[in-house]
């Protein structure tokens, strides 16, 4: 058994549990922040039939009628405790009755949601009476139903001190305790709950137990509670998923065991929206931004109109290098209402994602001024002071998330990029080693780190580090691509054509992917394969990319081939007359085919086009710079 404290062990009210009631309706309430998920809102289905029960035993059958009578009478409406005494029923009935039977019409009234009358009524009698009667948990009941949350608290506090053995005045008193942000005491009032009751009933007390224990950080602690709710509710998505969650914000779970409980929960309850944003949110949080986007792209699906799916979303796509994705969703968040907070969020977002610019010192002051308890803030904070050039500012910041925060790792790898954009190598590749000992398994973490090393002239490490980016997402063609950039930067051209054609695999036509391995073989040295591939890729389409065409002159005058040069040149022109490059070209193929005077008139339209430019000291193109 639980240590209890001294409020669950009164058979009846006490002058204890009436300084407890007092002390309680004077307490100050912590503010729940409106991202955080409500542990449960409605009154449970077991608290409804703990009303419907007690609005219908202990009461003589010969004045049921005469009281629902009452109750239905709209000329009564609203009833209270004065005009209730002044039926005629009432005034007939015997005096030492009129109690009992005032606490029976006042469950009536809250058992149909007449929350303000039923308060009204039972407020005409005395604690003590309430008690009785009956009907102190129908009072806390109303009181909560009435959005009266502290007077609610206090109400129910008074019962369970009364009633140490009913469960539902334990589970609502708990629930509004976590909703006001008394976790610690939430957690005693739900071990309570757990300790008097079996069966589902214990598996719901000990799931709202573990997310209480959640919002505290007791992570183990959650788990355990998580996992004993399964055993009594096998079949709650719910708690699979929150099972899951505190599994993930812990940190030391498998990762293949988290993701198992995720999709057990998402098995469970099919199309939870809130399921796949906190699997997303998982992944998001240990640099697997890839595997993040399908997740938050189905909440989305399922969730048109959550701010927090699409927020979590649009900071996925920020991080994950897709602005204008993460631009287009910020935009559907403008149309979702909002409350006071988040358009605060909203607003930061704004300037984060790009859509206003430059970001402004006051957006970021007043961000950082809003953090609290809330790592929204404190992330979006950090990103604003980066993007004002507030470095050290924004490691103070980032400094402040909990090792369990979601924003943690994504702060990092911002600190990071921020060092290897601003020439700090060596300070971003610290940090991304750091990362990676983490999260290993983030390829955007090993691309940065491939980056970075490529900076410091760690060519060796670099290509480890691509090499490993690319194996978590084969699927990239902006890896394929800087890899072989790379590959082709150390001359190894046989394994940047590998890598080439193994993307090509996946999508032999993609046109980015033609044209590095164009240039591959014209740096190799073999330009009939460049002149091959970049006609296949000409041929995809019916009017070929200037750039694509530009290239092909260049390597159809490697190989010699003027007529074909010639011609290309031309067709370019035609829809380019201002390409100098394609002009030299043009010279030096008229003059290889011995048509000088055409050679010469297309110098002197160079000399007008660039007046400075001049046959010697013309620069070659990229195919032709690049042949051995």
């Given at each position: 058994?639980?240590?209890q404290?001294?409020?669950f ?30 542990i ?9 039939s ?9 009461v003589?059958a010969?004045?049921?009628?005469e ?67 009956g ?5 806390a ?79 183990e ?7 004993k ?14 099972f899951?969650s505190?599994k993930?914000r ?76 993460a631009?287009?969703v ?22 984060v ?25 404190t ?82 490490g ?6 490993e980016?690319?194996e978590?997402n084969?699927?990239?063609?902006k ?36 044209i ?31 750039e ?25 022109l ?5 390409n ?34 001049s ?14």
């Open positions: 058994m639980h240590d404290s001294r409020l062990s009164a058979p009846v009210l006490t002058l204890a549990a009436v300084i407890f009631s007092v002390s309680a309706m004077i307490a100050e309430f912590a503010v729940r922040s409106d991202h955080q998920e409500g449960v809102r409605m009154i449970s289905s077991d608290d409804e703990e009303i419907d029960r007690s609005a219908e035993e202990d003589s010969e004045h049921h009628n009281l629902i009578a009452i109750v239905q009478n709209t000329s009564l409406a609203p009833l209270t405790s004065e005009s209730l005494r002044m039926t005629t029923f009432f005034r007939n009935i015997d005096p030492s009755q009129r109690a009992e039977l005032q606490a029976y019409v006042g469950r009536l009234l809250a058992k149909r949601k007449r929350h303000e009358e039923a308060l009204a009524v039972l407020a005409g009698l005395s604690p003590e009476e309430r008690i009785e009667h009907s102190s948990f129908s009072f009941q109303s009181y909560r139903g009435a959005g009266n949350v502290e007077a609610a608290i206090n109400a129910y506090a008074i019962h369970v001190a009364a009633n140490p053995n009913h469960n539902p005045g334990y589970v609502n008193y708990g629930i509004l305790l976590a909703e006001t942000g008394q976790h610690e005491e939430a957690i005693r009032v739900f071990e309570r709950s757990v300790d008097i009751t079996s069966s589902s009933r214990k598996g719901k007390s000990l799931s709202l137990l573990g997310q209480s224990q959640m919002a505290i950080a007791a992570h602690d959650a788990i355990e509670s998580f996992d709710s399964i055993q009594y509710r096998p079949d709650s998505g719910p708690t699979w998923r929150r899951a505190a993930a812990a940190g030391t779970y498998p990762q293949e065991e988290v993701e198992a409980d995720y999709q057990r929960a998402l098995a469970l309850a099919p199309g939870s929206a809130v399921t796949m944003k906190e699997w997303a949110e998982y992944n998001f949080a240990f640099g697997r931004f890839e595997a993040a986007l399908p997740l938050f792209r189905n909440a989305s699906s399922e969730a048109s109109n959550n701010f927090d799916v699409l927020f979590s979303r649009s900071l996925n796509l920020l991080v994950s290098e897709r602005p204008r994705a631009r287009t910020v935009r559907k968040i403008s149309n979702v209402e909002k409350s006071t907070q988040q358009e605060l969020l909203l607003q930061a977002l704004h300037e994602s790009g859509i206003v610019r430059p970001p402004t010192i006051e957006t970021r002051d007043q961000t950082c001024a809003a953090q609290g308890d809330d790592e929204r803030f992330y979006l904070c950090a990103m604003l002071q980066l993007a004002t050039e507030a470095p050290e500012a924004a490691i103070e910041t980032a400094a402040k998330l909990p090792e369990t925060s979601i924003y943690k790792q994504p702060a990092i790898f911002a600190l990071a990029r921020y060092e290897y954009r601003y020439d700090q190598a060596d300070a971003a590749l610290v940090r991304l080693d750091e990362l990676l000992e983490k999260s290993p398994q983030s390829s955007l973490f090993w691309l940065y780190k491939a980056r970075v090393q490529t900076v410091l002239g760690a060519n060796e670099a290509l480890a580090a691509f090499e980016s690319l978590l084969p699927e990239s063609r890896i394929t691509l800087e890899m072989t950039d790379h590959l082709m930067a150390m001359e190894s051209y046989d394994q940047a054509e590998a890598a080439l054609l193994a993307f090509m695999q996946q999508r032999p036509n993609d046109a980015s992917v033609l590095a391995l164009a240039r591959n073989y014209a740096a190799a040295g073999n330009p009939e394969k460049a002149e091959e591939t970049l006609l296949q890729l000409m041929s995809m389409s019916e009017e070929a990319d200037p694509t065409t530009e290239q092909l002159v260049a390597v159809q005058m490697l190989l010699e081939k003027y007529p074909e040069a010639l011609a290309n040149a031309d067709n370019l035609e829809r380019d007359p201002a100098i490059s394609a002009r030299r070209m043009r010279v030096q193929a008229l003059t290889e085919l011995g048509r000088d005077d055409e050679a010469e008139e297309e110098l002197d339209r160079i000399k007008r086009l660039e007046p400075e430019a046959g010697d000291d013309a620069p070659g193109t990229d195919f032709a710079s690049a042949a051995p």
